[in-house]
Structure formats: structure tokens, C-alpha cells
């Protein structure tokens, strides 16, 4: 059947503004690196999508090699994007991105301008898309001019095929240097995508921290991997469950699962619950305390799983003693 969105989903959340832009992101983001390969049933991944975009989160994340195998994330999304969301591509806020191995061969990762450029068309075609929202330099390329890649980016949304460049993982220096870059060509940088959550938290350290950093520079910020991959839920507390992304290997690596974190998750999961939330709501109303970062970057293999997290929206905000009690806990 035809999908009709819930006529109140933009009610159902809250949007926030992109650093000093004119875009508005959800608080709440939904992205595709697990969960939307060729493993998952194209059918699940639909109800995903749907269900995600009933509740108001209006932007949907992607890279060049999502997968397994790779690419072929973004041409499932392509799909589901063209058979389900036609006619609301308005309302959508898709982003891809380059830089990690992609297209075989020496140039088929980095920051160059034929890496990025190249890779940015396959996207459009897996996508089936005319542009993406925003378009990412994955990662720093040392061997590539920062000024070819900023000017590569500049390309992308001269040419169309991006509304607005984002950077993924960039120190806070490096930061700094490409926001320069891209202000002197005129495509200001929109924002950083980092890792981030109660047991990751390198944006907060050095001086400057990369925050203030993008805050210097009108950058907004959407942090990823606010639950790390699930460790920050209810999921792991008395061991891995079946199907859980730990059993599936690679990602969510075993010294996550130590003895030392689980530690640590158990005690965050008692602050919870002392305030009427599951682990994965308070892990995101951390993440989202601070006005600086724009949108929290989640994944889910299941629709239940975003109406347990987009609950963190309704919570009281944490108070300075909460805030306290979770920095005992909430260390790298
Ligand atoms: P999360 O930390 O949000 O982990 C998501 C996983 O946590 C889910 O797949 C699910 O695991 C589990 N989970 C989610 N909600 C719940 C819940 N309510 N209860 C119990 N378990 C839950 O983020 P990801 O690591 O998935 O990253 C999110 C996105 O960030 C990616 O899709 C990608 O778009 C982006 N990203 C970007 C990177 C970059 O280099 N720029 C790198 C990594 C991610 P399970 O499958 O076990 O059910």
C-alpha cells in the first residue's frame, strides 16, 4: 500500500538549527550503516524509514560504502526513497559522504578531487537522486591538500549536486582550517559529524575542543553513536542477546564489552532509572544537553527501538548534581 505519512509527525519533534545556517535538523537523526545492506529485508528496512519519518525524523544519513556488500545501502535507500517517499523529497533531509576505500584502486579513497567528485555521482545514481542535503569528506585525507578537498566540496554544491558540505571526524585544527577554506570560496561549512556519547567524549577535550571550535566557527554538530552501537541501552546489562549487532562480529568490538564498561553502563542504567527513563533515553538527553550539538546520529534495527529512543525528547533535563554523578561514570 501506498505510505501516507502521520499527518502530525514535525509535532512529534523537536527540530534544532545547524550551527549558524539556514537549515533545521531533528534533534533526532536515523542513520543507515547497519541495518539497510543487503542482509536486511528490503521490507524491514521500509518500515524503518516509515516509521522514522512518522516520528518526525526528517533526516536520513548514508555513505558511499554502507552496505554489506558495499554500496548497496545507498541503492536499497534509492529505492524505498523513490517507491515510497515520491513527492516528498522537500521534506527529507538525505546526506552521503566519501573518503573511506569505495571505488577500487589508488583513487578510490581520500580527500582528492576526482575521490570525492566521482563517488559523489555513484551516490545520486544508488540514491536516485538530482542532489543530497549534505555532502561529507568521510574523514582527513593527509595526502591530499586540504584546499583541493575543500575545493572539491565547493564543486558539489556549485554543481547541484549538494545543498550544503559536512566534515566527519576532523580534528578541531583541521576543523578550523577547512571552515576557513570554505568561507574564502563561499560555501560555508554547515557542519562536523563525530563520534560522541557517555563513553566517548574526545569532542569536549583539548584546547580548543573541537565544540568550541565548531561553535567558534557557526558549525552545528550531529554527533554519531550516541548509544555506542547499543552498549548504552538495556540491551548488553545481562549479556549479549541473540541477533544483537555484538554477535554479528566487526563493529562492536569485545573491549566495549568489558567488564570495566559494563561497569559503568550499570551504574549509568541506575541514574536512569532513578529518573524514569531507559539507559538509551538518558545516553541521548546527555548527548542532546548541550545546545551546541544539533542532532544525535542513532541507529536502530528495529522500529520499537526509535519510539523507545525519541522518548528521550519528553524527559526533564539533568540537573547539575545528575550531571555529576554521570561524569563518575561517563568516561572514555
Ligand atoms: P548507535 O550508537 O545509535 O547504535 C545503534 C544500535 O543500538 C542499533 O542498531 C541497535 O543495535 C541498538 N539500539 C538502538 N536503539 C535501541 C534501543 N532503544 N534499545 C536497545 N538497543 C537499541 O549508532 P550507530 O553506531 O548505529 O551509528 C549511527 C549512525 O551514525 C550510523 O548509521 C551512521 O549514519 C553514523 N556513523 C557515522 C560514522 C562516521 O564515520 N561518520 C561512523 C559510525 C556511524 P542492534 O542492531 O544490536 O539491535
Redesign the pocket.
Known sequence: PVYAPAEDRFDRMQYRRVGTSGLKLPAI???????FGDDTPLQRQRELLRHAFDLGITHF???NG?GPPAGSTEKNVGRILAEDFAGLRQQLIISS?AG?PFVPGPNGTGGGRKTLLDSLDISLESLRLDYVDIF?S??FDPETPIEETASALDEAVRSGRARYIGI??YSAERTRQIAAEMRRLGTPLLIH???Y?MLNRWIEEGEPSLLETTAAEGVGVIA????????????YLDGV?E??????GK??RDGMLSDENLERVRALNAIAERRGQ?L??L?LTWVLRDERITS???????P??????VRCLQSTPLTDAELAEIDEHAQD
Do not use: C, M, V
Request: without cysteine; hydrophobic residues 30%.
Open positions: 537523526s536515523l542513520g543507515t550503516w547497519h541495518n544519513d548514508l555513505a554502507y559522504k573511506y561529507y568521510h574523514r566527519s571526524s559529524q563525530p563520534s556519547s554519531f553513536s550516541g548509544l555506542a552501537q547499543g552498549l548504552l541501552t538495556n540491551k542477546p541477533g544483537s549487532r555484538a554477535t554479528q563493529t562492536l531507559t538509551a533515553q545516553a544525535a546520529l542513532i541507529g536502530a534495527s528495529r520499537e527501538q526509535l519510539d523507545d529512543t
